[in-house]
Nanobody, 123 residues
């Protein structure tokens, strides 16, 4: 079981930036593709971004392309989500989780979700 802790959320004004971090307490971090997801009140959790274990491949939801950047530092067992040009619609609880790459696509987030980190963007 992977234990991931999200941090870095907060309250920002529209147009501002935040960098989220997802830290793993153990295991071989580089073995896992990782993804960021978010869930707003009244909505289902949605995919935001993903990155392969080596960091060589990434994928983004259309809604965040050009604004968000996912990266990782395997030496620190950490995945990041740099969020720029934030919009009120980005307000949500952000979660990270392990993912798999099958058929050239990021799939199958892990079964265990953490507490996430709250991102609130005011207008």
């Amino acid at each position: 079981q992977v234990q991931l802790v999200e941090s870095g959320g907060g309250l920002v004004q529209a147009g501002g930036s935040l960098r989220l971090s997802c830290a793993d307490a153990g295991r071989t971090f580089s073995s896992y593709a990782m993804g960021w997801f978010r869930q707003a009140p009244g909505k289902e959790r949605e995919f935001v971004a993903a990155i392969s274990g080596s960091g060589s491949s990434t994928n983004y939801a259309e809604s965040v392309k050009g604004r968000f950047t996912i990266s990782r530092d395997n030496a620190k067992n950490t995945v990041y989500l740099q969020m720029n040009s934030l919009k009120p619609e980005d307000t949500a609880v952000y979660y990270c989780n392990t993912m798999r790459i099958r058929g050239g696509r990021f799939r199958d987030p892990g079964d265990y979700w953490g507490q996430g980190t709250q991102v609130t963007v005011s207008s």
